[in-house]
């Protein structure tokens, strides 16, 4: 498989920013239809683009955000052609502010809709992406039922409970300093999980939804991905198998998607990047409620 990295450079006002470092050379991470360009400053990436140039994805630096990843893999599964495009530094450029005013990734811009044709927030992303596959370019897809509106509804439902209830609890298990608090905190988290073993007893697997992969598994499999390592390295706690049986076959067998190996960090990229919000006793945007 050929691969094509696309090493955009741009000076920005401070002059130690005004080249990047070299990108990593992992083939998992980019398949032939995809570019990578990597932004320093204020460069407008938008400026300019004509309407046959791909989807543009807007990500962090080397792609380590978990709702990115849910992105990424929904165009992979979806075999829609994009440019990666990672926006550094920790204040967000206008231009990009434009593009999502809260300055957070994954962020979309589809060019052969319209220069204002931007999208933000995983989920919304992901149903539009579903939506344009079945609409526009007229796949037969099924990671968003288009025909089923309660099979829809339930993955909303067990989406929310992603990000509102499950996600809440492994945060706060992983950045709790109390010790004491520990068999509390990860009794928590087993609970919120304890949904996703009934879906999947009901479904009877492999995916939530049974055989089709869909927008549930891909919402989930992230933060199941980075709770399996960083719980591990810090707390010593995984999954017991004998509570979520279905659970970990399930993930076992998104693992195995090429969707999921080409979006994902490697264990110690996973402990690199969360050793500096373990340290700095990171918030995660409220989800951490220590």
């Not at 526009?136 to 025909?147: F, G, I, V």
């Amino acid at each position: 498989m050929k691969v094509l990295l696309i090493t955009t450079l741009f000076i920005c006002l401070n002059p130690a920013n005004a080249f990047a470092s070299s990108i990593p050379r992992n083939s998992r991470a980019f398949s032939s239809r995809s570019f990578l360009t990597r932004l320093h400053g204020g460069y407008d990436a938008t400026i300019g683009a004509d309407p046959a140039t791909p989807l543009q994805l807007f990500v962090l630096p080397q792609n380590t955000c978990p709702y990115v990843q849910r992105t990424h893999i929904t165009l992979r599964e979806l075999n829609i052609p994009f440019d990666m495009i990672e926006v550094t530094g920790p204040t967000k450029p206008d231009w990009f502010l434009k593009i999502n005013p809260r300055g957070k990734v994954p962020a979309l811009r589809i060019p052969s809709l319209g220069y204002d044709a931007v999208l933000y927030e995983s989920a919304i992303c992901n149903e539009f992406l579903c939506d344009y596959a079945s609409m526009t370019l007229c796949q037969n897809q099924h990671l968003m039922p288009s025909c089923d509106p309660l099979l829809r509804a339930k993955i909303r439902l067990w989406n929310d409970h992603c990000d509102n209830v499950y996600a809440k609890t492994q945060f706060t298990f992983l950045m709790n300093k109390d010790e004491t608090n520990d068999a509390t905190l990860r009794a928590d988290m087993e609970n919120a999980l304890l949904m996703y073993e009934d879906i999947l007893a009901d479904s009877g697997g492999p995916y939530l939804l049974g055989k089709d992969f869909s927008l549930a598994d891909i919402h989930l499999f992230p933060f199941i991905q980075r709770m399996a390592v960083t719980l591990k390295h810090w707390k010593g706690y995984e999954l017991p198998r004998e509570k979520f049986p279905k659970l970990l076959n399930w993930f076992e067998n998104c693992s195995t998607r090429e969707s999921v190996k080409q979006s994902s960090m490697e264990e110690e990229k996973i402990i690199e990047v969360y050793k500096r919000f373990v340290e700095a006793d990171y918030k995660f945007g409220g989800l951490n409620t220590n």
